[in-house]
């Protein structure tokens, strides 16, 4: 068809889906809510379809969204959007392209079931909830192209992660060249052939919808996906993906917010590492952020990833700090400063490999999600063992074999079983930046680290009576001390390292 | 005798007096090298006695030395020297006071012993080494007010020193105001009563005499006595020390420089956590550097410590920087920044105090320790376990109860047995912050601290052979690995932590 006049096959049908849930929908037909509602229309067009733009207005009583659509091959053009409110919702769809043009529709969205919570988004300046209220406490992983892997190591990947705690996972859209990871992707984003005979005008569909298949499945499992549009790893220039011309790059970053955008459990991470990236400068990386704010109708999370030189995480396009960063000691100066979300998203992974930030003991990582919780952020989980076919977790997923999952899954049930709204350390005073953090006057909670102080003079209020737990971060034991405390009191401890004590609300005096 | 006309007895003796020896010494008499000659001179004066200046100047071929004597009490005025040259010098003593004025006389130095090395200087940049060419790989702890806890204590500190690897402590001039350390002083350094009874005009000589007498103690034991003129503890205005006029502070350090610069194991540290004495401003305290740089006539080791806000090190009268830092991974930078010799001399302490300065595990002690050394820069130890009688080493000596000294132990004797020159990180390259720190070609120090890689690869140099051996820090073992290595070599490691890891060239290729 390429290269003919235009001829266009107006197609006698429409196609409504509701993702997760793969059924096919009718007009008029039942949607749950924050789920995919997808409109496909078949069309045959002279020239390159990735070039033709359409868009649909979806709307509620008098809130409307306005959705970029995307071409996804095989003569099918699809617009996604994900309805935040139960009720009717009509639609329509325009374009340039006259048969695409003007399709109209309706649909009725059911009210959120229990699996379908919404997406996440920053709350109390410090924390993270779904749309429909519950609270999100980020506990991720990072595996950086698992899915680029193929059905058999991602179903094995998949498998890892139901039976683990992590509800967040760090995971790129392009394939990436770095040590223990040389292997090439089954498909690429671009037509055209490596090393560098690209057409960047026109894309793969099918690369991408093994990325949705991806995400479609972490959904199933409550996984956020914390997808990295772009990285630097290509060192041996396979591919040229990291260095593509900017107008590539938001030609990009339009189609891909395009197709991705409707889907709930999605989060933008701008880059990893991009001050690797050393052809971009700030105001390139300015542009695309405005770009993804104006792209996204439902503005997803958005964040970037530093190697050692930060972004200025002040900008308002920025949600959250997702920062790499080693010293877990020094993130209360970052909320401090920044008001915002903190994710250490990289800290270092367990692991044996020879690189310094891969081979911190299980030990060592459990301290660090420790030190970053009790100051009130979040950390995220690498790793990077050795293996005799280099499926290292941190790149490809596979199994996991250290020792801080489980001491991370017992983190995770004490953050569960703390205050919904998160804790966080006090503004000023002695606990400011030592691993106190609390929710006043109900919960409060000392992570203790490398020290062992035979006790603790605490200063809490006067008014109420509280019990004392002893939690052993690696042992995963919980000690309930006995008797109660209130106001200025001695707390006698074990003398040993990696405890944290909580001192919850028991009644008023 | 006071507020009668002047009236002078000259005396018709001369002591002259080599210290630590407790010899008196008749004039032409033989002195060691880098010992204390003392010059005293029996006189009573009208008005008051620290008034009346003196000075000495020593003579050695075209060397001389002008150092300013001090009133001692009991009629007493003394001159001290160090005398740093083997051979015959003369002496003449000057005052505006005519009956202290012209006695001259002469003495002959004889070469260093095998116990006098002379006084420690910076050398080759970031490290240290006597005046004899020794090196000195400060090894120091910290026990601020020992030498005010009566013979009976300090004489049990000096027998914990004795069997310690220490060779640096810590120590006030004036006493100290703090939890688990409220006994007053024996004596006090200024004549009067506290509180603020004081009069300041008048030196307490006792006070003075038994700070010497610890010192020579130390000398004794070959240890520096790293010599606090200023601290701000004394929140409860017990005494006042910290905040006298700055014409007294003035008139305590010429006076304090008089009688101690002649012993040649005095560290000049001008305070501890200076900037919590807020009263005195950065001009104050660089007026107070320049007293002593004009005072001092052999120029003793001269640093500040901190509390939250460091001085400014690149001032030229800091000869080292003698800092409180805890995060022992950033010193490089320090070094990197002043091209000085650093020295931690605060990064926490072992022990179980509840505050989190005071609490640290022995293995973490430990590893600030290696996390210093791996980085070309020296850490000092201190001991904070709570004690039924209120003794605790930082403060008032006694016994060592940790599990850290051993360890200490165990890496002084890695240090000793390692380059004499020290060992310095590359300047640039992987390693350059992470814990290599190299004497090229001979000597390749890695410390690997909380990680546990499979193996490294290193990159040697291809002219030489080298050996390996694994540290164990926490376990004090050293085992030599099989085979040798040369330019880029893998190295095979147990995979565990808290190992350092040593190549040694053994031959050329």
Excluded at 332 to 355: L, M, T
Excluded at 420 to 438: A, L, M
């Amino acid at each position: 068809m390429k290269n003919c006049r235009l001829f266009i096959t107006v197609l006698t049908f429409i196609w409504l889906s509701a993702y997760p849930f793969k059924e096919l929908c009718a007009e008029n037909q039942l949607v749950k809510q924050w789920a995919v509602f997808e409109v496909e229309m078949k069309a045959s067009i002279e020239g390159n379809p990735f070039d033709v733009e359409l868009f649909g207005t979806f709307q509620h009583e008098d809130t409307t969204f306005r959705c970029r659509g995307f071409y996804d091959g095989n003569n099918s053009f699809k617009v996604r959007f994900m309805p935040s409110l139960s009720g009717e919702w009509k639609f329509k769809i325009e374009s340039a392209n006259k048969n695409l043009n003007k399709r109209t529709g309706q649909f009725t969205c059911v009210p959120n079931s229990k699996k379908q919570h919404g997406i996440v988004q920053v709350r109390d300046t410090f924390h993270f909830g779904y749309s429909d209220g519950t609270p999100f406490f980020p506990i991720g992983t990072t595996s950086y192209v698992w899915n680029l892997q193929g059905d058999s190591l991602a179903q094995l990947t998949l498998n890892t992660l139901g039976t683990s705690p992590f509800n967040k996972i760090r995971m790129c859209v392009f394939p990436k060249d770095y040590d223990w990871n040389k292997n090439e992707p089954e498909t690429y984003p671009f037509q055209g052939n490596p090393p560098n005979q690209w057409d960047f005008s026109k894309f793969n569909p099918a690369y991408f919808q093994t990325l949705e298949k991806r995400i479609l499945q972490l959904h199933k499992l409550g996984i956020q996906a914390d997808l990295i549009l772009f990285h630097p790893y290509d060192f041996d220039e396979r591919w040229g993906f990291h260095e593509m011309e900017t107008s590539t790059d938001i030609r990009y970053l339009k189609y891909i917010v395009a197709r991705l955008s409707a889907y709930s459990n999605v989060w933008w991470s701008m880059a990893n590492e991009y001050d690797l990236m050393k052809a971009k400068t700030d105001s390139i990386w300015d542009e695309y952020f405005q770009v993804i704010q104006k792209e996204d109708p439902y503005h997803h999370l958005l964040s970037i990833h530093n190697g050692p030189k930060w972004y200025d995480h002040s900008k308002p396009w920025i949600s959250h700090l997702s920062i790499q960063h080693q010293n877990l000691k020094e993130v209360v100066d970052f909320r401090d400063k920044y008001q915002k979300p903190i994710i250490i998203d990289e800290c270092g992974y367990e692991g044996d490999i020879p690189w310094v930030w891969g081979n911190l003991t299980a030990q060592e990582l459990v301290h660090r999600f420790w030190l970053g919780y009790s100051r009130g952020c979040y950390v995220t989980h690498g790793e990077t063992y050795l293996d005799s076919l280099d499926i290292l977790w941190w790149s490809k997923g596979g199994k996991l074999h250290g020792e801080s999952v489980k001491r991370i899954e017992f983190l995770k049930e004490i953050i569960e079983n703390g205050p919904s709204e998160g804790i966080n350390p006090p503004t000023n005073g002695y606990w400011h930046k030592r691993g106190g953090s609390f929710k006043e006057p109900d919960y409060y909670l000392y992570y203790l680290g490398n020290t062992q102080p035979a006790y603790l003079v605490l200063e809490l209020p006067d008014k109420f009576t509280y019990s004392a737990e002893i939690i052993d971060t690696w042992e995963m034991t919980t000690t309930k001390l006995k008797g109660t405390y209130t106001g200025k009191c001695k707390v006698v401890l074990p003398g040993k390292d990696r405890l944290t004590l909580i001192m919850r609300r028991v009644k008023q005096n």
